[in-house]
């Protein structure tokens, strides 16, 4: 089947029925999900802190919930309106902006610490329109990129290249805007499990993140587990627990957003009968 940047441009291919999928079915929001959740380890903030974050291609807000779910305040961009508007009805807290990212960001310089892309990125390598050059579009994103973010701040990408030189096009732009970084490959010897996280650096060369899966086959380590592990050992609630649920509601109202008042029954699992 063909890629799905090659059957029509985002704001086209993302119509109301292809963001129903982003709600709807759980498989795909379950690699969603993992793939931000890989994304956010790899932007290594420091610990327990809130940070404020940019979600690139944010589309239904399922990247935008893990990261709020791990304390951060977002922001998120995207080109299909009914992706955004998927994202509304999920009542995401990030605040949410329609345009192109081939056309810059516009926010101030400096202002987010750091920035996330989920299964986004491999769009602008694609000319929609024939006023479209896709060289010209990655560099006038990074660079606007590269500007609103802060000197110590990383931006994670998960995408999917087309081939090498689509590979080698998207990282010659981000260096020439001034990133450091390159391609961290998970599981690069499994065809399922492999991705590709481009990691991208503002404050100076440094190392690259060690890659998933590199010395021995995959054998379905899931990032979920580690994910609870971790959490777990920062002692942090899980997920949809009555902590987990009161942490939220509060973060709600410091934003000062309508929020139900806390009582014995938040967070209580329904017995199934109504
Ligand atoms: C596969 S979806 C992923 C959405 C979201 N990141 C997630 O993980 O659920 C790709 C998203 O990238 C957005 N996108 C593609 N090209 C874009 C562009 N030029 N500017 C802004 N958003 C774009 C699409 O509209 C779509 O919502």
Redesign the pocket.
Known sequence: MSR??HQA???F??NEAE?RK?TQNSRM?DI??Q??ERAIELLALPDDEPRFLL?????????GSVLEDQGHVWVG????TA?LDVAVEREVEGDLLL?????GLPFRAGAFDGAV????LQ??CNADKTSHNPTK?LYK?FSSLYACLSRTARAVFQFYPENNDQMELVTAQAMKAGFFGGVVVDYPNSTKAKKFFLVLMTGGAAPLPKALGEETDHKGVSYTGKREQMKKMRGKPLKKSRDWILEKKERRRRQGRSTRIDTKYTGRKRSGRF
């Open positions: 799905p940047e441009p985002p704001e291919f993302y963001a982003y929001i969603q999900v793939m931000s979600d690139l291609g944010c589309g239904s807000g399922l990247s961009v995207d080109i299909s992706m345009g192109d990212l081939g056309q892309s989920i299964s986004a769009w602008l579009r994103f």
